[in-house]
Nanobody, 125 residues
Framework: VQLQASGGGLVQAGGSLRLSCAAS????????MGWFRQAPGKERGFVAG????????TYADSVKGRFSISRDNGKNAVWLQMNSLKPEDTAVYYC???????????????????WGQGTLVTVSS
């Protein structure tokens, strides 16, 4: 499966962005999905995850209440709505797919099998 992340850009602090992750080559309907981010000089870290049914969602503490993950299996896509953005949210954001489909989004990037190319989010102060 090929994943394509998009929607990144430059935004002022307090603003919003909506990231999209589109899949091709295979349906995502049985895959748990995650969003991760990597800032310069830092390791890739978990942001949000959603189960294949969409009934279980997990968020990093740093984004709870500000970010929201969603999916539409019919459209083979996943989104990350990011509100109240902060300069520390600046990073390259990646979407990832976990083919085990356990229904519990993993927070460890090693648990994901497929990755998109990343989209850059820059939040200015």
């Amino acid at each position: 499966v090929q994943l394509q992340a998009s929607g990144g850009g430059l935004v002022q602090a307090g603003g919003s962005l909506r990231l999209s992750c589109a899949a091709s080559g295979r349906t995502l309907s049985s895959y748990d999905m995650g969003w991760f981010r990597q800032a310069p000089g830092k390791e890739r870290g978990f942001v949000a995850g959603i189960s294949w049914r969409g009934d279980s969602k997990t968020y990093a503490d740093s984004v709870k209440g500000r970010f929201s993950i969603s999916r539409d299996n019919g459209k083979n896509a996943v989104w990350l709505q990011m509100n109240s953005l902060k300069p520390e949210d600046t990073a390259v954001y990646y979407c990832a797919a976990d083919r085990t489909g356990w229904g519990i989004p993993r927070v460890n990037p090693d648990g994901y099998d497929y990755w998109g190319q990343g989209t850059l989010v820059t939040v200015s102060s």
